[in-house]
């Protein structure tokens, strides 16, 4: 049997009477003098085995401690004048750390820190890590916005940990942080949420919960053992309303066959998960109703979904709070589940220190070590459905994979008001967009500024584009009660299949960011090519509200939407009439960034043999970004290239690659009744005025054309 002896010598003491060094002169904790270890007895021992007895008299001892403490409210910055200090060899700090092992069944918090540190300074092959070397270290805490962080150094090798203390602590005086939230179905997580509404109602910028009329029908939660559909008839009332993503089929949603019997009463085993959890939520907050689309909208009829779908904008924009399922993959998976066995996979080495309070009183910090990307992209993060319920909503419960999220117009925070990995659940600048085109004015002076309104938009849409669809027809559909929300702002702008006609000509010009992201342009019409929602993937339409000269002008724009009672849903059909320059061009695709065009006529690109294109004295005008994966954008062929502005007087023409329609009887190029050639667009294009055909191109007249 292997026995193990730890000398006497590595049992030191409480420091007495040893000032703080500075650079130049750091203590080394290796070389204090050592007798019988002080014991303090006002120090409840679950706090005093964190560390071991040579952290605890010196690291952790009132002198050195306050004087880390302290860094964070100097004039200068902390990184100037840290508490430094020179660690044991390591060879001794692991005999200590034994020793305090064996002492108290728990690990020396501190010095798995500073040997963790240690190791990173000898990763590099071949750099062999000495035990018996002695190391510089230096330590401080500085506050950052409202999260407090523990920085340590170890000669090259630092971390920054974020720290909070618990409610109950000591510390908490002293540390307003704390830890995020985990048991999200606690007393304490509804008293906190009826709190965050109560502040809400004061800020400036939300408005306050109030009484609405309900929509056509609510699941009544009064009794969480028996729910129930209540057909509304316009009562009016506080609701809830739940944003979620189906992510598999739901048998049992209301159809025209149990709508009779479903308002009677709804079997509990009817009920997804997600959806009993948004009741069991709705009731403990004190609400009677709660708005799910699968059971408040009869799926079986399209007429019912088209009435319900015109007013999304009212019932997420009246409805009292709305309850996203940010963490359900499926509606089978419900959210109300304790964070800690998920959190634990991505959110580790979290340590518990002693914490020396300024009064005199000993609590312990926490430090938390995030091991995963601090942005973590959620279920309902990536369906486009979710985006409009949350931009409507005036006020958000994010049911996230770590803890609760309070949102509104104002804030983005833990519901717990803890800061830490806030960030984890991506808001997107959701939050703003809502706050910046604001609630519609009832004075002048709170009218949202124009540059305001339309970022917020162009924002959107960016956001909008990246997310998915499991029925591509519902392109349009889905953002259809935030177009309708916008147009309180742009009475009199006609909504044009995801553009509106007073930013045109601009607006054209939303492009795919890299080619990599192209896709097949869908199968079934949805929208005219020249709009973003023609196609799928994530679009950029960042540049279309800078533009500096329009080089177009817009005679035409219309389309043709599929129901009368929806002027922002689905359309049928659409076209533009434009007045620009036209110019015929060779577009030679380039796999990664779009292609190249080169100033060919029609004539002499006809007569071309593609295969030895680069034997023919061509010139360069541009390069090119195709909308989708299509036989126009693969390989060489002609293309038309429209003119629509610059970003700045001098800069790059933009415009539009389009493509002739022909007719489908003589094969030939159509017009129509006017005259006007007909095209559609399949790219965007970038012409630099320093190429002489560019310069001589913008000179020549321009024509009209027809877009479809």
């Not at 189906?246 to 479903?262: A, F, H, M, T, V």
């Not at 309708?484 to 939303?510: M, V």
């Amino acid at each position: 049997m292997m026995r193990l002896f730890l000398p006497m010598s590595l049992l030191l003491p409480t420091l007495s009477g040893l000032q703080i060094a500075s650079d130049a002169e750091s203590p080394n904790l290796a070389n204090i003098p050592t007798s019988s270890p002080a014991v303090d007895p006002e120090v409840p021992p679950e706090i005093r085995k964190l560390v071991c007895e040579t952290c605890w008299s010196t690291v952790f001892s009132v002198e050195w401690f306050q004087q880390a403490w302290v860094t964070q409210f100097g004039p200068n910055r902390p990184e100037s004048a840290p508490f430094t200090y020179t660690t044991p060899a390591w060879r001794q700090i692991q005999r200590q750390r034994c020793r305090h092992l064996l002492k108290f069944q728990h690990q020396c918090e501190w010095c798995k820190l500073v040997c963790r540190l240690i190791k990173r300074n000898y990763r590099r092959p071949h750099k062999w890590m000495p035990k018996d070397k002695k190391h510089l270290a230096r330590m401080y805490f500085e506050r950052y916005g409202r999260v407090t962080y523990l920085y340590l150094w170890v000669e090259r090798c630092s971390c920054k940990l974020p720290i909070h203390a618990a409610e109950d602590d000591p510390a908490a005086k002293f540390i307003p942080n704390r830890g995020v939230l985990f048991d999200v179905d606690s007393a304490l997580a509804y008293d906190l949420i009826k709190k965050r509404v109560v502040e809400c109602s004061r800020h400036e910028h939300c408005p306050p919960p109030q009484h609405a009329r309900l929509p056509t029908r609510v699941l009544d939660c009064s009794d969480p053992s028996q729910p129930h559909l209540f057909v509304s008839n316009d009562v009016e009332d506080y609701y809830v309303t739940l944003s979620y993503a189906w992510g598999e089929k739901q048998p049992n949603r209301l159809k025209k066959k149990n709508l009779d019997s479903y308002i009677e009463g709804i079997p509990l085993e009817n009920i997804p998960k997600t959806i009993m959890d948004a009741i069991m939520v709705t009731h403990k907050l004190g609400f009677h109703y709660l708005w799910v689309d699968s059971f408040c909208i009869l799926q079986d009829s399209e007429d019912d979904k088209a009435r319900e779908i015109a007013q999304m904008r009212h019932i997420f924009h009246n409805s009292y709070i709305t309850i996203i399922a940010a963490c359900a993959d499926k509606v089978s998976d419900g959210f109300l589940h304790d964070r800690r066995p998920t959190v634990g996979n991505w959110i580790h080495n979290e340590g518990l220190v002693p914490f020396r309070c300024p009064d005199g009183s000993v609590g312990t910090l926490h430090l938390v070590d995030g091991g995963r990307p601090f942005f973590l992209l959620e279920p309902v993060d990536k369906r486009a459905w979710c985006l409009e319920e949350r931009v409507l909503s005036p006020r958000r419960l994010i049911y996230a994979t770590h803890t609760l999220l309070y949102e509104c117009e104002t804030i983005h925070d833990n519901v717990n008001s803890a800061p830490n990995f806030v960030p984890l659940c991506n808001a997107e600048d959701i939050p703003r967009l809502h706050s910046r085109i604001g609630t519609p004015a009832t004075n002048p002076d709170n009218d949202p500024t124009p540059i305001t309104t339309e970022e917020a938009w162009y924002n959107i849409v960016t956001l909008y584009s990246r997310r998915n669809l499991t029925k591509p027809r519902d392109k349009l559909i889905a953002l259809s009660g935030v177009a309708d929300y916008f147009h309180q702002f742009w009475p009199h702008s006609k909504y044009l299949a995801g553009l509106w006609e007073h930013q045109l000509p601009g607006s054209l010009l939303w492009h795919i960011p890299h080619r990599g992201e192209s896709r097949c342009r869908p199968g079934i019409y949805r929208a005219p090519s020249w709009s973003w929602a023609a196609i799928d993937g994530r679009v950029d339409s960042r540049e279309c509200w800078f533009m500096a000269e329009d080089i177009c002008t817009i005679i035409h724009s219309t389309v043709t939407p599929a129901r009368s009672d929806n002027a922002f849903g689905e359309v049928v059909d659409g076209y533009l009439v434009l007045e620009t320059i036209v110019e015929p061009a060779v577009w030679e695709v380039d796999e990664e960034w779009g292609g190249q065009l080169f100033n060919v006529t029609g004539a002499q690109a006809e007569s071309l043999n593609w295969t030895e294109l680069w034997d023919y004295d061509h010139s360069e005008v541009g390069h090119a970004r195709s909308d989708a994966v299509e036989p126009a954008s693969e390989g060489i062929g002609n293309v038309y290239i429209a003119f629509v502005g610059r970003l700045s007087v001098q800069g790059p023409a933009l415009g539009l690659v389009l493509v002739p329609v022909t007719d489908e009887i003589t094969n030939t190029q159509r017009y129509d009744s006017p005259g006007y050639p007909v095209f559609r667009r399949v790219g965007r294009f970038e012409a630099s005025p320093s190429f002489p055909v560019v310069t001589a191109w913008l000179n020549c007249r321009s024509k009209r054309i027809k877009i479809i």
